[in-house]
Nanobody, 119 residues
Framework: QVQLVESGGGLVQAGGSLRLSCAASGDIFRFDAMGWYRQVPGKQRELVAAITRGGTTNYADSVKDRLTISRDNAKNTVYLQMNSLKPEDTGVYYC?????????????WGQGTQVTVSS
């Protein structure tokens, strides 16, 4: 059973910073990739940032140079450092982990953490 627990969300003014954490149950090295998704009401969940087992990162164009994803394998935790936040960064942020089992990719999700950026 995979459990992902997010923390670190909150209310911040535009230009401020937050750091989100995603603590996984067990060794995160078993996951092919982990990432952060954002969802706002009425829209589909969208990828914000992802990091592979090997450390390769990928970002949505709207967050490049402002958000940084990282992982601490010893702590089984993935982070999302969010700087220079904008009101359009507002949403519920979900931690995601992907693991291939028998050639089938499985997705696991946390419960989400709210980020609200005021103008």
């Amino acid at each position: 059973q995979v459990q992902l627990v997010e923390s670190g969300g909150g209310l911040v003014q535009a230009g401020g910073s937050l750091r989100l954490s995603c603590a996984a149950s067990g060794d995160i090295f078993r996951f092919d990739a982990m990432g952060w998704y954002r969802q706002v009401p009425g829209k589909q969940r969208e990828l914000v940032a992802a990091i592979t087992r090997g450390g390769t990162t990928n970002y949505a164009d709207s967050v490049k140079d402002r958000l940084t994803i990282s992982r601490d394998n010893a702590k089984n935790t993935v982070y999302l450092q969010m700087n220079s936040l904008k009101p359009e960064d507002t949403g519920v942020y979900y931690c995601n982990a992907q693991m291939s089992i028998m050639a089938i990719m499985n997705d696991y999700w946390g419960q989400g953490t709210q980020v609200t950026v005021s103008s």
